[in-house]
């Protein structure tokens, strides 16, 4: 079965719920045109990852997003095969978004400590955003029970990637247990999204900062 997978991506480069705005001239969706077959995914993915993050998955429907993105039925069944392959899209954009924003995990022990503060402090900083609505991949979890779909497979990769940066980072900074400390890591980050969406924002914020910072700290 095809799947957005097989499209190239990157085309969205911020997170959900933070749009960047796509130049007023990209209007052309003809397959042959110079920019037809970017610039017609692009805006259904914009559209598509606001709508998704802001209403969820399953409250929006691909007539919907054609009509919000402005292109015909035809143009959106020439990028994607149906919703979920868009669905899978939207998430591959926003996990490579977070992938591009914080880099890769420097060798220097310090470097380490201080890389994985501060993309706490990128989600820290997340929770206080107006419109946050927690984790776009969570969320799409909760929409979607079977851990082998498509989509599912997408948000265990994101999370693995997560977890493994984070054990990464307090390795070279000199953790004694790592592994333990990755998986504390990934638990404060969960904790803090989903409670930042329903409680306190900035009492989830600095709560998120402090365990932190304290779990660095550990040698």
């Known amino acids: 079965m095809s799947t957005a997978a097989d499209a190239p991506r990157g085309a969205v480069e911020v997170p959900p719920g933070l749009p960047a705005q796509l130049p007023a001239q990209v209007r052309d969706e003809s397959p042959t045109g110079p920019r037809g077959p970017s610039a017609a995914r692009a805006r259904l993915l914009r ?9 969820g998955v399953h409250a929006v429907g691909v007539d919907r997003v054609i009509t919000e993105a402005g292109i015909t039925r035809a143009t959106f069944y020439r990028h994607f095969p149906g919703k ?86 307090l390795r070279r900074g000199g953790h004694p247990d790592p592994q333990e400390g990755g998986r504390r890591w990934t638990a404060l980050r969960d904790g803090a999204m989903v409670g930042a969406y329903l409680g306190d924002a900035d009492a989830a914020r600095a709560t998120l900062r402090a365990a932190v910072e304290d779990l660095v700290r550990v040698r």
């Open 84 to 169: 979920e392959a868009l669905v899978v899209a939207y998430l591959e954009a926003a996990d490579d978004a977070v992938r591009g924003a914080v880099g890769e995990v420097p060798q220097d022990a310090d470097a380490a400590g201080r890389w994985l503060t501060g993309m706490t402090l990128r989600v820290a900083d997340e929770l206080c955003r107006p419109g946050f609505r927690g984790c776009p991949f969570i969320n799409a979890a909760a929409e979607f029970p079977d851990p082998v779909s498509p989509v599912r497979q997408v948000v265990a990769a994101h999370r693995g990637w997560l977890q493994d940066v984070a054990t990464q980072a």
């Open 47 to 55: 559209t598509a990852s606001d709508l998704f993050y802001a209403d």
